[in-house]
């Protein structure tokens, strides 16, 4: 099955963002694309220390990357959505540094990685596209790590739902203040460094608040603005490169 016009836009559209690309680049990309393979729900795509002979585009559904330590403690350290590459550090590395595993059935594409490598040669400003990808998933790597390091557990969570909504706003997948959001509380607190019990806790605060409801797979934000103040969200590096967009004022704690 070969990649269809419309999810192969999803990924041209990202690398347009860093690097406009003319009809020819965009056409060899699209004919460097494989086949299209159907995963089930917690399957893995990718397993640390493993090589791969294919870098995996993720078409539809959830996955998410992770590092998992020999007692069995889990740490989820990004989150993929449509568009997104299943780490595009393969492209260098002889070995995977991290798990990718799906929350959902998902379709991904798969794309020879010394094919890739070699189309990257004849067309330089597709690796600049790529590398900007890259740049991308290594500042949202940073910003996870000021929220688990600084803020309180109801900036974590509501950060994160900043971050999720809006990276699923840029590719088109959000309908008003609701998105797919496919996360239980086990794989929240697994990538928030908190207990399920506190991540409870903290769903429940959120809802009080009347900022978010999330329920059923499906997450919907009802004061976006509200949210993001309580996040101290701004979402400019979600956008590395462009001119930075004027940022919230930061809270002062009550003396």
């Known amino acids: 099955m070969s990649i269809e016009p419309t999810t192969s836009r999803l990924l041209l559209r990202r690398l347009s963002a860093w690097q406009p690309l003319s009809t020819e680049e965009s056409r060899a990309l699209e004919a460097l694309a494989g086949a299209v393979r159907l ?19 993720l078409l539809s559904g959830f996955a998410y990357a992770c590092r998992v330590l020999p007692d069995g403690r889990r740490q ?8 997104d590459l299943c780490d595009s550090r393969q492209l260098l590395l002889p070995a995977a540094t991290h798990t990718i595993s799906t929350l959902t059935a998902a379709n991904v594409v798969l794309f020879g990685r010394d094919a890739l490598l070699e189309l990257i040669g004849r067309y ?39 971050e999720i909504f809006t990276r ?6 959000t309908d008003g203040g609701r998105c797919e959001l496919p ?8 990538t928030l460094a908190l207990s399920t019990v506190h991540i409870n806790r903290t769903l429940q605060e959120l809802r009080r608040q009347g900022l978010v409801s999330l329920s059923s797979g499906l997450l ?8 993001q103040s309580v996040a101290m969200f701004t979402g400019d590096y979600l956008h590395p ?13 009550p003396p």
């Open 76 to 83: 989820i350290v990004s989150y993929l959505i449509p568009g």
């Open 183 to 190: 996360l239980t509380q086990v794989e929240l607190a697994d």
């Open 39 to 57: 995963h089930r729900p917690h399957e893995d795509l990718l397993r640390e220390g493993a090589s791969a002979s294919h870098i995996g585009l």
């Open 168 to 173: 699923m706003q840029m590719v088109g997948l």
């Open 124 to 162: 330089p400003r597709l690796g600049q596209g790529l590398c900007g990808l890259a740049l991308q998933e290594e500042v949202i790597a940073r910003e996870w790590l000021v929220n688990v390091g600084q803020r309180t557990a109801i900036e974590r969570l509501a950060h994160l739902l900043c």
């Open 220 to 227: 919907e934000i009802h004061d976006f603005a509200a949210l």
């Open 241 to 253: 490169g462009r001119e930075r967009p004027e940022r919230l004022p930061r809270r002062v704690a």
